[in-house]
């Protein structure tokens, strides 16, 4: 239930329109360039401690140099799935401010949201495995000869 009163909303300018498409595009950029930075990042801090943790067999508390991207996986995981979900609010803004101002096309907020889908579905992927390695995988301690 809304409790919104019922008074006309004035029509934005065409002018103030621009802006806020402007806006929704630049942020759209932004966001994509974004998603695919923390992916970056997090394959790369990833891929470092885990070859980290299969160079030092010998050593037995370095299980727990998986926690922190196990930590990353579930964190990154949460926050993909969240913004996935919300796509859809900031994809139909940017379409009906499209539709205002006549335009036939607009970035399309999907693309975003499957990638981000993707992502939160790999990150949560890799820490469950990490997970595994950690509680159920033990190396082999190698022996010098």
Not at 38 to 56: D, E, P, R
Not at 112 to 118: N, Y
């Amino acid at each position: 239930m809304s409790i919104k009163a019922n008074i006309p909303q004035p029509v934005p300018s065409a002018d103030l329109l621009w802006k806020q498409y402007e806006l929704q595009v630049g942020l759209y950029e932004g966001y994509l360039e974004l998603v695919l930075k923390f992916n970056v990042f997090y394959y790369a801090a990833t891929g470092a401690l885990i070859s980290y943790y299969f160079s030092k067999p010998d050593i037995p508390w370095m299980k727990y140099s998986l926690g922190f991207p196990i930590l990353m996986s579930f964190c990154f995981a949460g926050l993909f799935f969240y913004g996935a979900s919300r796509t859809h609010v900031v994809r139909q803004e940017l379409f009906d401010i499209r539709d205002k101002l006549g335009f036939d096309t607009a970035p399309e907020y999907k693309v975003l949201a499957v990638l981000l889908w993707i992502s939160a579905g790999m990150m949560l992927t890799v820490g469950l495995c990490l997970l595994a390695m950690m509680f159920c995988v033990s190396l082999p301690v190698s022996q010098a000869t």
